[in-house]
């Protein structure tokens, strides 16, 4: 059951490109660690209630408090390095006299 995560490595490389490779990778093993300790406590929430109901809606509420967290700490780039890599850009593709 365990062997899938072997490929992983190679997944995410392939899917996201190798510059943050390990960084990604990272990223996806920490979300199986928080698995590993989240679907014990589902499992303890359906055997109280009786049903996944509340599991799912725990869930579904995590995952919108993380996304609401999300939007609201994320910190654009700094426009001024964009708007710097934008001149040089134009500069490069103006022809030359």
Not at 48 to 63: C, F, H, K, Q, Y
Request: contains cysteine.
């Amino acid at each position: 059951m365990g062997d899938i995560y072997s490929i992983f490595p190679a997944l995410t490389s392939d899917q996201f490109g190798r510059r943050f490779a390990s960084t990604n990778y990272g990223f996806l093993y920490t979300a199986k660690g928080c698995a590993a300790l989240f679907v014990p406590i589902g499992g303890y929430i359906a055997a109280r209630t009786g049903n996944w109901t509340a599991t799912s809606e725990l869930a579904a509420a995590a995952n919108i408090i993380a996304a609401l967290l999300l939007v609201s700490w994320y910190v654009p780039p700094d426009t001024r390095s964009c708007a710097q890599r934008e001149a040089s850009a134009a500069v490069a593709a103006a022809p030359a006299d």
